[in-house]
């Protein structure tokens, strides 16, 4: 098991595109976690799947930005119509929940998006 | 809302020495609280954590307290190594099930040797 993976690394897009990420969790993980991090920042919380079901969003996350996970494996996370503020480092992050309260949260490189 | 805020945001040291981090939170109701270690360009990891039912967690030179009534935790690091130098952060679950973490705005510490 190598960790978390998430594809691609970087991204640079014109404003306005839409982007798509996508987040390989650790096997036998899960929950999934994307956060947000902007430079000299700590990761903001975005979202959080338990298996497919995605379980609670913060209102970071606006309508432009969706989130799935298909059959409880990987994720992916879009933006569309993208604006010059989206401009960060999108963090996966996967745990595997056993008993109350929650595990560990293992984080993987990120992708980092600029926004020209 | 939840907030942790984390200090110091630098914090320069000589190998050997300790370092000292210390967070506070706002919401009472948080239970779970990790230290994430970031190096330049990649995700954090995950270096210590502890649980609202704990008052003092140790992992080899790491050691993390925890005061509930006064709502703070701290990272201890000793004997610190040139390759503890990176960004730390502390953080604190501010939902029941402790499946969404409040982020510090991190820690510089750099160990010179």
């Known amino acids: 098991d190598t960790g978390v993976s998430q594809n691609p690394r970087h991204k640079i897009t014109k404003r306005g595109q839409n982007v798509t990420f996508r987040c390989d969790p650790i096997?036998?993980?899960?929950?999934l976690y994307w956060y947000r991090q902007t430079l000299g920042q700590g990761p903001e919380f975005l979202t959080y799947f338990q298996n497919e079901a995605q379980l609670e969003k913060s209102r970071l996350l606006s309508d432009r930005f969706s989130a799935e996970r298909p059959k409880g494996s990987f994720s992916t996370l879009e933006i569309q119509r993208t604006e010059q503020g989206d401009s960060a480092m999108y963090l996966c992050?996967?745990?595997?929940?056993?008993?109350?309260?929650?595990?560990?949260?293992?984080f993987g490189q990120g992708t980092r998006l600029t926004v020209v | 809302g939840e907030n942790v805020e984390q200090h110091p945001s630098t914090l320069s040291v000589q190998e050997g020495d300790s370092a000292v981090i210390k967070c506070t939170y706002s919401?009472?109701?948080?239970?779970?609280f990790p230290w994430y270690k970031q190096e330049l360009g990649k995700g954090p990891q995950l270096i210590i954590d502890?649980?609202?039912?704990?008052g003092e967690k140790k992992d080899q030179r790491i050691a993390v307290t925890l005061n509930k009534t006064a709502k703070h935790f701290s990272l201890h690091i000793t004997e610190t190594q040139p390759e503890d130098s990176a960004v730390y952060f502390c953080a604190a679950s501010y939902n029941q099930a402790g499946t969404a973490l409040i982020f510090g705005k991190g820690t510089t510490l750099s160990v010179s040797s």
């Open positions: 919401d009472s109701a948080s239970n779970y």
């Open positions: 502890i649980r609202s039912n704990v």
């Open positions: 992050a996967s745990s595997r929940f056993r008993t109350y309260p929650n595990t560990e949260a293992f």
């Open positions: 096997s036998e993980h899960n929950r």
